[in-house]
């Protein structure tokens, strides 16, 4: 039966879930998304994980963190042991997908401590270990794009581990992303690790670009920029999917495409929409092309179900009129480098605040179930 999430995925675009909790997986309700609204693949964050361990009326994980009190576990112990569970779990319930999708698809992602965002290292052996205690293939371990991110992804991907590549809003940062990925398929290519078991996506985000463009261009005030607003996100995404095809048609990418290598799939994160004023489905609609991945929060999610139209692909006939956007950015005074750097400064900050938060409220729930 023909529906719009149905026709989505027809168009080539894999409908991911950005949300997860232990009661979402409990109650069917995961499955039931998997079977009516195409979903075919989730991703989690540290606040998603906060939301949902610290909801006064999710119970879900007492039992859990009662045994867990007992053994003495500390907080951070506590929250590595329900967040793997709960993404094993749900790797799990995506099994069969993962399967008839020939690997591609049928993913959960599970993010490297944010306290990690600067330190190589660290995120090289918290990536192995999560990708050792959830021990399921079609896991992601996800690894944001900072500049200590990008040696790190390329040494994981060389170690045959794969990986969501987050926090990416710059076109100059995507493509040294892609680099790390092809470094890391080179690394593990030389160890004799078969490259079809390696898989990644790459989360270019959307929505948070116009939320702090807009900002800059209602600052600014004039004709010009007002006429910009809601236009930096889509043509930031359209130029980043132009970017994609380029280096993915290159030589040195077919070389490891003909070796057996996966592409490396964009995928549109930060999709929900923060202006009101603007349609649900925005960053789904209009950002419609073969081969990537659209991650939803639930409302979007369900906007799309109930009034999505999909006309097919709305990005590579837009590469001219994306150059044009920026270029109108860049008269009326908006610096866009700026704005993808603040941007990635506020993304980690945030998820290491949503990181501490939930350590500070499961450290709570241990001393109180002691």
């Given at each position: 039966?023909s529906t719009?999430?149905?026709?989505?995925?027809?168009?080539?675009?894999?409908?991911?879930?950005?949300?997860?909790?232990?009661?979402?997986?409990?109650?069917?309700?995961?499955?039931?998304l998997i079977?009516t609204?195409n979903?075919?693949?989730?991703?989690?964050?540290?606040?998603?994980?906060?939301n949902?361990?610290?909801?006064?009326?999710?119970t879900s994980?007492?039992?859990?963190?009662?045994?867990l009190?007992?053994?003495?576990?500390t907080a951070?112990?506590?929250?590595?042991?329900?967040?793997?569970?709960?993404?094993?779990?749900a790797?799990?319930?995506?099994?069969?997908?993962?399967d008839?999708?020939g690997?591609?698809d049928?993913r959960?992602?599970?993010e490297?401590s944010?306290d990690?965002?600067?330190?190589?290292?660290?995120?090289?052996?918290?990536?192995?270990?999560?990708?050792?205690?959830?021990?399921r293939?079609n896991?992601l371990?996800?690894?944001?794009?900072?500049?200590?991110?990008l040696?790190?992804?390329?040494?994981?991907?060389?170690a045959?581990?794969?990986?969501?590549?987050t926090?990416?809003?710059?076109?100059?940062?995507?493509?040294?992303?892609?680099?790390?990925?092809?470094t890391g398929l080179?690394?593990?290519?030389?160890a004799?690790?078969d490259?079809?078991?390696?898989?990644s996506?790459?989360s270019?985000f959307?929505?948070?670009?116009d939320t702090e463009?807009?900002k800059?261009?209602?600052?600014?005030?004039?004709?010009?920029?007002?006429?910009?607003?809601?236009?930096?996100?889509?043509?930031?995404?359209r130029l980043?999917?132009e970017?994609?095809?380029?280096?993915?048609?290159g030589?040195?990418?077919?070389?490891?495409?003909?070796?057996?290598?996966t592409?490396?799939?964009?995928l549109w994160?930060?999709?929900?929409v923060k202006?009101?004023?603007?349609p649900?489905?925005?960053?789904?609609?209009?950002?419609?092309a073969a081969?990537?991945?659209?991650?939803?929060p639930?409302?979007?999610l369900e906007?799309?179900a109930d009034?999505g139209?999909?006309t097919?692909?709305?990005?590579?006939?837009?590469?001219?009129?994306?150059?044009?956007?920026?270029?109108?950015?860049?008269a009326?005074?908006?610096?866009?480098?700026?704005?993808t750097?603040?941007?990635?400064?506020?993304?980690?900050?945030?998820?290491?605040?949503?990181w501490h938060?939930?350590?500070?409220?499961?450290?709570a729930?241990l001393?109180?179930?002691?």
């Amino acid at each position: 039966m023909s529906t719009p999430t149905a026709d989505l995925s027809a168009a080539g675009v894999s409908i991911w879930l950005d949300d997860l909790s232990r009661t979402r997986i409990q109650s069917g309700n995961l499955q039931q998304l998997i079977d009516t609204r195409n979903v075919v693949g989730v991703t989690t964050n540290p606040t998603i994980f906060a939301n949902s361990m610290t909801n006064p009326d999710d119970t879900s994980y007492d039992a859990q963190v009662h045994e867990l009190a007992v053994s003495g576990a500390t907080a951070a112990d506590a929250v590595f042991a329900a967040t793997t569970q709960d993404v094993r779990d749900a790797l799990d319930v995506f099994r069969p997908v993962y399967d008839a999708t020939g690997h591609v698809d049928g993913r959960v992602s599970i993010e490297v401590s944010p306290d990690l965002a600067h330190d190589t290292e660290g995120t090289i052996a918290q990536a192995k270990e999560l990708w050792d205690r959830v021990d399921r293939p079609n896991l992601l371990v996800k690894i944001p794009a900072t500049k200590a991110g990008l040696p790190a992804i390329a040494a994981t991907i060389g170690a045959g581990i794969s990986v969501n590549v987050t926090l990416i809003f710059s076109l100059e940062r995507y493509a040294e992303v892609i680099d790390a990925y092809l470094t890391g398929l080179e690394t593990a290519k030389a160890a004799g690790i078969d490259l079809s078991t390696i898989h990644s996506v790459a989360s270019f985000f959307v929505s948070r670009v116009d939320t702090e463009t807009d900002k800059r261009l209602a600052a600014i005030g004039t004709d010009e920029a007002t006429a910009l607003k809601s236009k930096a996100g889509l043509a930031n995404a359209r130029l980043a999917y132009e970017l994609y095809e380029q280096t993915f048609a290159g030589d040195r990418a077919k070389a490891l495409l003909d070796a057996g290598a996966t592409l490396q799939r964009p995928l549109w994160a930060s999709t929900g929409v923060k202006d009101p004023a603007l349609p649900d489905t925005l960053y789904v609609t209009e950002l419609v092309a073969a081969g990537v991945v659209n991650t939803m929060p639930e409302k979007t999610l369900e906007a799309t179900a109930d009034h999505g139209v999909v006309t097919g692909d709305t990005v590579t006939s837009t590469y001219e009129a994306s150059r044009e956007v920026f270029e109108g950015l860049k008269a009326v005074g908006v610096d866009f480098d700026d704005v993808t750097q603040v941007l990635e400064d506020e993304g980690v900050a945030k998820f290491i605040d949503s990181w501490h938060d939930l350590l500070t409220q499961v450290a709570a729930g241990l001393e109180a179930a002691r």
